[in-house]
């Protein structure tokens, strides 16, 4: 039997420090069919804090410039 169902999208987390430029970024992602962005924050650290307690995300989109860890 052939499967019609299509394949799940690929999860995304987005790291950001600027808030609306995270939103915008999170809404455009969302807006390609095969891409979801599941979380996003404003931090390194507490992306990896929520990564030491849910499955890894397959693709991580972080800012290089953060205060405190950087991408």
Request: some cysteine; overall charge negative; aromatic content about 8%.
């Amino acid at each position: 039997m052939i499967s019609t169902s299509a394949p799940a999208p690929v999860s995304v987390w987005l790291i950001e420090d600027h808030t609306d430029f995270r939103r915008m970024v999170a809404w455009q992602i969302n807006q390609i069919a095969d891409l979801r962005c599941t979380r996003a924050f404003s931090t390194c650290e507490e992306a990896l804090s929520v990564l030491s307690k849910e499955p890894a995300p397959e693709v991580i989109l972080c800012d290089v410039g953060l205060p405190g860890w950087t991408g």
